[in-house]
């Protein structure tokens, strides 16, 4: 099954920014929604933010103010993740999620690595 393409990970040191991209097979506008999600060391893969079209995006608690989630309106295929003032808790592999609907399984990437260096 073709699935969701991440990129942008790697290391950063604390106070640093990062921006993860999420490249889809085809037009993000054919999904009911997408978000990002993160999976730290020995935890639960929790959700970080997503966006609804025409709704607005939302995030966790722990990320917001630092973390946004944007398109791209000219490639059409790609979601961002730019993530400011990134902290040692922020360090995980983040994954990126394509709601199908009620009647097809979500899409999953692969996972970026984000490293966040104290």
Do not use: H
């Amino acid at each position: 099954q073709v699935q969701l393409v991440e990129s942008g990970g790697g290391l950063v040191q604390a106070g640093g920014s990062l921006r993860l991209s999420c490249e889809a097979p085809g037009s993000i506008l054919d999904f009911d929604a997408m978000a990002w999600y993160r999976q730290a060391p020995g935890k639960q893969r929790e959700l970080v933010g997503g966006i609804r079209f025409g709704a607005p995006t939302s995030y966790t608690d722990s990320v917001k103010g630092r973390f946004t989630i944007s398109r791209d309106n000219v490639k059409k295929n790609t979601i961002y993740l730019q993530m400011n003032s990134l902290n040692p808790e922020d360090t995980a592999v983040y994954y990126c999620n394509a709601d199908q609907g009620a009647w097809s399984a979500p899409l999953w990437g692969q996972g970026t690595q984000v490293t966040v260096s104290s």
